[in-house]
C-alpha cells in the first residue's frame, strides 16, 4: 500500500512526486474543498447564536475531487497532509482531515517552504500535527469577511446600488478616494528657482540659488525672481568644495509586498500577474531534468535567509566577484512580519536564469531573474561613490552643483540593471576661481498636489498602514477594479504609469461607508483586527471573543445605516414604458447596465441599451431567394459586410455582396444556438430581478 500525499496544486504534485518517489502518491485537492454554506440566517453560513459556528459544505466543483481523495485514503497505508505553509494552507489540511476522517491527533501535516528534493526529503522525517491555532485565525479571517461581506453589500446594493463592500477592500478604496479628494482641493502655491548653467573643459554643468545671506532661498514672486535673477550678471566665485564618500547599502531580499512593487514598477507586471507567475517559479519548471521548484514560498512577509542559502551566496559572490565584494547578512522585519518563512529566494543558486532561459516563458525569466538578483545582490557589499558639492557664490547668494561618481559597483553588480541612479561628474574646479555662467534662468513652478496610487505605491501604503496581509494585495487591488469602484489608467496620453482613478459609484460608496461605518471602515481599526488574527494564530487570544466583540460593535451600526442611509432612486431615461405605462429607468444587473419599468417587478419590462456606435442593417435592394424578404446589408464581428436575410432568425440565408451564398458551417450553428440558449437564460434572469 502507498502512503497518499495531498496538495493543493496539480504542478506541485507533479514536482513532489518525483522527489518521494514510487513509495508515494501525490495527489492535488486543486485548492479550497470546501467553505462557508450560504445557508441559515442571512445565508452567512455561520451560527452567530451558537458562539459564530461556521457552517461547511462541501463546494459544487470538489464534490467529485472529494470523493476520489476518501477512496484513495482508505486504501493508503498513511496520509499526509503537504498543502501550503500558511494560514490558509493549514486551514486546507483541516478541512481535509476532517472530510477523508483523519485522526485529528495524528502527525500527518508536512510543511516545506521550497520545493527542493533535501526540503521535501527533509519535511516527511518531521510531520507534525495540525495547528489547529493558525486553523482558527484562518477561520475567524473568513467568518469576518462573510459577515461584513454580505451585510455590508446587502445595504449598499439595496440603498446606493454597489455590488460589495468588505473589510479590507473598502479600507483599500477608501485610500484612493481621499487621496482624489487631497488631490481636487489642493491649491498649488507659486513658486521661483534661479538656475546657472556652467561650461568648463567642455564638461557643462548645472547649479541652483541655495542660500541668501547664508539663509534657505525662498522666492515666491516674480519679482522677486527678477530682482536676484538681475544681482546675478557678473562673474562666480567657487568659495567652498565639498568631497564626500556615500555608501548607499543592498536591498534586503524580497517579501511578497515588495516583489509586487518592483515588479510593477521594473517590469510592469500586475500584482496579481506577479504572483501568479511566483506562483508557477514556486511549484516548479521543467528545466531539463524534471520538474524543479525555483524559488522559495512567496506569500512571506521576513527578510530572514537560511544559513545553507547565505553560505552558497557568499561563496558564489567570493569566486565570482572577488572578496571586496562580500558584504553582511542583514535581516529586518517589520514588528508585525509573522516571520514564519524566509525570504523569496531561488532555491538553488546553481540555477543561473542565463542557464535555464530556455525553460521559462519570458515573463517566468524576467520575474526569476529580478528575484534571483535581488537575493543575491542582498548579501553583497555596498556601492561606493564620491560624491562632490561645490558652491559658487556671487555677493550675497549661493549656488551649489552636485556631482557624485561611482567609486566601487558592490551589490550594483548584479542589481544594477534594475537600478536607475547615474553619474553626475563635475569638471575639476578650485576654490577662489571665478566663472562667467553661460545661461541664468529664473523658471516659475507651482507646488503639485500628492500623486494619485499607482499599484506598486497602493501596496506599500497598505504594508506601511498594516492592513490586509501579502498573501492578500493582489486580490484587494483586483476586486476594488472589478467591482467597478475603481479604474487604473495613465494620468494622460504621454504618461507611462498607470495610476488609481475612483469611479463616481466608488467615492458614493466610501462616502456611504464613511458617514455610518467610520469606526470599523477605517486604517486603524483593521490594522488591529489584523494584530488580533496575528495573535489568534499564536494562541493568545480567543477567536469567539474577538468575533463576539466585532458582532457588538458592527450590529448597531447597521441596524442604524438601514435607518438613515437614503436610497438612491434609478436613474430615469425619460420614456414611458410600452407596456404599463409607468417611467423607464437605468438598472444595473449581472450583465452591466440596462432599461426597465419603475414599477417592477408588477412590471417586467426590460431592453437593452441601444449601442449608438454599432452599424445599423442598411437595406440592399435584393431579395432572399429562400423566402422572398429583402435582404440587409450587415456588419460581421470581423470588420466585414455581407447580405443577411431581414427574416431571421426565421431565415438564415446569408450571401457575400457580389451574391455569392455563405454557408454556416454545423459547428458554427451548434454554437449560435447555445448562445441563443444563454442569451434567452440571460434575459429571463434579468426579467426575474
Avoid at 405 to 410: A, L
Avoid at 658 to 682: D, F, L, P, Q, V
Wanted: overall charge neutral; some cysteine; proline content about 3%.
Amino acid at each position: 500500500m502507498k502512503k497518499l500525499v495531498i496538495v493543493e496544486s496539480p504542478s506541485k504534485s507533479k514536482t513532489i512526486q518525483k522527489y518521494l518517489g514510487p513509495d508515494y502518491s501525490v495527489v492535488s485537492s486543486k485548492g479550497h474543498i470546501r467553505d462557508l454554506a450560504i445557508k441559515g440566517k442571512d445565508g452567512l453560513g455561520v451560527d452567530i447564536a451558537d458562539g459564530f459556528k461556521p457552517i461547511y459544505e462541501i463546494s459544487k466543483d470538489k464534490k467529485d475531487v472529494v470523493k476520489d481523495l476518501r477512496r484513495q485514503a482508505e486504501k493508503a497505508s498513511e496520509v499526509y497532509l503537504a498543502t501550503d505553509p500558511d494560514r490558509e494552507g493549514e486551514a486546507i489540511s483541516w478541512h481535509l482531515a476532517d472530510e477523508l476522517g483523519l485522526d485529528e491527533n495524528s502527525a500527518d501535516r508536512v510543511t516545506f517552504h521550497e520545493i527542493t528534493a533535501n526540503a521535501v526529503r527533509e519535511a516527511f522525517q518531521h510531520p507534525r500535527m495540525i495547528d489547529m491555532d493558525l486553523v482558527h485565525s484562518q477561520e475567524t479571517r473568513r467568518i469576518l469577511d462573510r459577515i461584513i461581506g454580505f451585510k455590508l453589500s446587502k445595504l449598499l446594493n439595496n440603498k446606493i446600488k454597489s455590488k460589495s463592500a468588505g473589510r479590507v477592500q473598502s479600507v483599500a478604496l477608501k485610500l484612493i478616494v481621499e487621496r482624489e479628494k487631497e488631490i481636487e482641493a489642493f491649491i498649488p502655491k507659486e513658486y521661483w528657482t534661479i538656475d546657472a548653467s556652467f561650461l568648463k573643459n567642455d564638461i557643462r554643468f548645472e547649479a541652483s540659488l541655495s542660500a541668501i545671506n547664508k539663509e534657505k532661498a525662498e522666492i515666491h514672486d516674480e519679482g522677486a525672481a527678477r530682482r536676484i535673477y538681475n544681482d546675478c550678471q557678473g562673474l562666480f566665485e567657487v568659495t567652498e568644495i565639498k568631497e564626500t564618500e556615500r555608501k548607499r547599502a543592498s536591498f534586503r531580499p524580497f517579501i511578497t509586498s515588495t516583489l509586487q512593487q518592483e515588479a510593477s514598477t521594473k517590469l510592469g507586471f500586475s500584482a496579481k500577474r506577479t504572483m501568479s507567475i511566483a506562483q508557477r517559479l514556486y511549484e516548479g519548471v521543467d528545466i531539463g531534468n524534471g520538474e524543479e521548484g525555483l524559488i522559495t514560498y512567496m506569500r512571506t512577509d521576513s527578510t530572514r535567509l537560511s544559513d545553507v542559502y547565505v553560505r552558497a551566496a557568499q561563496a558564489k559572490i567570493i569566486n565570482e566577484y572577488g572578496k571586496e565584494y562580500l558584504g553582511f547578512y542583514r535581516v529586518s522585519n517589520d514588528a508585525g512580519a509573522q516571520d514564519a518563512h524566509e525570504a523569496i529566494r531561488p532555491t538553488n543558486l546553481n540555477n543561473d536564469p542565463e542557464k535555464i532561459r530556455e525553460y521559462l516563458s519570458p515573463e517566468q525569466y524576467r520575474l526569476y531573474k529580478l528575484i534571483y538578483a535581488r537575493a543575491l545582490a542582498s548579501l553583497m557589499a555596498p556601492a561606493k561613490y564620491s560624491s562632490l558639492s561645490v558652491t559658487l557664490s556671487q555677493d550675497i547668494y549661493d549656488f551649489t552643483a552636485n556631482g557624485s561618481r561611482q567609486v566601487f559597483d558592490g551589490w550594483l553588480k548584479v542589481y544594477g540593471a534594475y537600478d536607475s541612479s547615474k553619474d553626475v561628474i563635475l569638471p575639476e574646479l578650485v576654490q577662489g576661481e571665478k566663472l562667467a555662467a553661460e545661461e541664468l534662468k529664473a523658471n516659475q513652478h507651482f507646488t503639485e498636489p500628492p500623486a494619485r496610487y499607482t499599484e506598486a505605491r497602493l501596496i506599500k501604503q497598505m504594508e506601511e498602514e498594516g492592513i490586509g496581509r501579502p498573501s492578500t494585495y493582489a486580490m484587494i487591488i483586483d476586486t476594488i477594479q472589478q467591482r467597478g469602484y475603481c479604474e487604473l489608467k495613465k494620468n494622460s496620453a504621454s504618461s507611462k504609469t498607470k495610476v488609481f482613478f475612483p469611479t463616481e459609484q466608488g467615492k458614493l460608496t466610501s462616502e456611504k461607508l464613511d458617514e455610518f461605518f467610520s469606526s470599523i471602515i477605517n486604517v486603524k481599526y483593521t490594522a488591529e483586527m489584523e494584530s488580533e488574527l496575528d495573535d489568534i494564530a499564536e494562541g493568545t487570544a480567543d477567536e469567539t471573543a474577538v468575533l463576539q466583540n466585532f458582532w457588538n460593535r458592527f450590529t448597531p451600526l447597521l441596524d442604524h445605516a438601514y435607518e438613515n442611509m437614503e436610497k438612491i432612486q434609478p436613474e430615469k431615461v425619460g420614456e414611458t414604458c410600452p407596456e404599463c405605462g409607468g417611467e423607464l429607468v437605468y438598472r444595473t444587473g449581472k450583465y452591466g447596465k440596462f432599461i426597465s419599468c419603475m414599477n417592477f417587478p408588477t412590471c417586467r419590462y426590460t431592453r437593452q441599451i441601444e449601442d449608438k456606435t454599432k452599424e445599423k442593417p442598411e437595406p440592399s435592394g435584393k431579395f432572399c431567394p429562400e423566402c422572398g424578404a429583402e435582404l440587409l446589408k450587415r456588419k460581421s464581428r470581423y470588420g466585414t459586410y455581407f447580405l443577411g436575410c431581414s427574416n431571421f432568425p426565421e431565415c438564415r440565408h446569408m450571401e457575400t455582396l457580389e451574391g455569392e451564398k455563405i454557408t454556416a458551417k454545423a459547428s458554427a450553428g451548434k454554437k449560435s444556438a447555445g448562445r441563443r440558449k444563454t442569451t434567452a437564460r440571460r434575459t429571463s434572469r434579468r426579467k426575474a430581478q
